[in-house]
Nanobody, 122 residues
């Protein structure tokens, strides 16, 4: 059974940095894409960054969002720099298993984690 489990969410002050983690387990797929998305209050879910395990290529909507992976543990990270109050929301990782490619279109993703809350406030 595939599982994606996020962690690392916190209450932080504007300007700080944060690292979120997404632990993937139970996958039998060879290569896939892991994407990070944000669900802000009252807004639609938006894609932030993704990484393709085949070649470690990444895509990000903003230089403040950097995605990376730790192959040995199957853990994927989202580093967020210079956090702003508008970054507040639930951060969710998703897995794109079937004929994957770098995309932040959430309709392409097959499995999702439960999310981790990030709150940015002074």
């Amino acid at each position: 059974q595939v599982q994606l489990v996020e962690s690392g969410g916190a209450l932080v002050q504007p300007g700080e940095s944060l690292r979120l983690s997404c632990k993937v387990s139970g996958s039998s797929y060879g290569d896939y894409v892991i994407g990070w998305f944000r669900q802000a209050p009252g807004k639609e879910r938006e894609g932030l960054a993704c990484v393709f395990t085949e070649n470690n290529r990444t895509r990000s909507v903003d230089d403040r969002f950097r995605v990376s992976r730790e192959v040995a543990t199957g853990t994927f990270f989202l580093d967020i720099d210079h956090l702003k109050p508008e970054d507040t929301g639930v951060y969710v990782c998703g897995a794109f298993w079937i004929t994957p490619y770098l995309s932040l279109d959430e309709s392409k993703y097959d499995d999702w984690g439960q999310g981790t809350q990030v709150s940015v406030s002074s």
